[in-house]
């Protein structure tokens, strides 16, 4: 029990920081030198230096795989910070595979709450595109609301082949 404590103060230190460039701007990544515990687009303007540890080296791996058209799903260790319900619609998304898209009210059913605490539940998300809450869509199809920006949702449905790209 104290080492979990230790490990979640941990989480809250200077983490292990890496930075990718992408085709909708630069991601960055941290660990806390285990797993990954955030993957977003505003620079977090700390980390720690040295080494890389490996789960950080391979987040960077998986993830220029995925935008380069070469990875469907991500095989990271994964931490997230959220209240329980939180992390019930956080594990209902990490189950919309590749190519599909799921209604918050869809999403909503399975987590036990509404459409809109999914919606305020993927705002909070702190693994974008590693936990997709760019493939959650409003019931009648249309792109609401995304932590990265609607555009880069946009982007990322037709990366995955969802949206055409002259329908949207």
Not at 26 to 35: A, F, I, M, N, T
Not at 90 to 108: C, D, E, K, M, T
Request: hydrophobic share 40%.
């Amino acid at each position: 029990m104290a080492g979990q404590a230790l490990r979640e103060l941990e989480l809250f230190g200077p983490q292990y920081v890496a930075s990718i460039a992408t085709p909708i701007g630069k991601l960055w990544v941290e660990s806390d030198g285990e797993r990954i515990v955030r993957a977003t687009f505003n620079n977090p303007g700390r980390g720690r230096h040295g080494k890389a540890p490996k789960v950080l080296t391979e987040a960077v791996l998986q993830l220029r795989a995925y935008f380069a058209g070469r990875r469907k799903k991500f095989d990271l260790p994964l931490y997230q910070v959220g209240s329980p319900y939180r992390r019930k619609v956080w594990q209902q998304l990490g189950q919309v595979p590749y190519g599909n898209i799921a209604a918050y009210a869809q999403l909503a059913a399975k987590a036990g709450g509404s459409a809109r605490s999914v919606g305020a539940a993927c705002a909070v998300n702190p693994l974008l595109i590693l936990v997709p809450c760019h493939r959650a869509v409003g019931s009648d199809g249309l792109l609401v609301g995304y932590a990265g920006g609607l555009w880069r949702k946009k982007w990322l449905l037709q990366h995955e082949g969802i949206l055409q790209k002259e329908l949207y």
